[in-house]
């Protein structure tokens, strides 16, 4: 049986044979494509037990794909104290507006000449 992460061995856990079947059939019932994920021995580096459901089915949140962009002083969307992420690869930046992201929660997008993933 596989020792649940803790570094203190008064909290350490232990998670049965099986266990990690079950919560994918478990979660499969909301969403069968956690059955992908979570199956007996799957090899993971977190414990299987703090895997929740996020409440939406997989890929239902869309993600922004290649956005159109703005030069900085012709942007006039957003307030000048609104929080952005910003992203610097090979010399060209980007901000990536905190409420754009909260809703679509990953980006997909050419910075700097590189493909790039962001996830937030």
């Known amino acids: 049986m596989p020792e649940c992460w803790s570094k203190s061995p008064e909290y350490r856990q232990v998670e049965l044979d099986g266990f990690d079947e079950w919560k994918g059939q478990r979660l499969g019932g909301i969403d069968p494509s956690f059955t992908k994920f979570l199956y007996q021995d799957v090899p993971a580096r977190i414990p299987i037990w703090s ?3 996020g409440g939406v089915l997989r ?52 910075l700097g000449g590189e493909q790039i993933t962001f996830v937030f």
């Open 51 to 53: 895997v929740q459901w």
């Open 59 to 110: 890929d239902g949140i869309p993600p922004l794909e290649f956005p159109k962009t703005f030069p900085g002083d012709e942007v006039n969307f957003l307030l000048p104290d609104e929080p952005v992420f910003g992203v610097t690869i090979n010399g060209e930046s980007r901000a990536y507006p905190h409420r754009v992201m909260g809703w679509h929660e990953l980006a997909n997008d050419l």
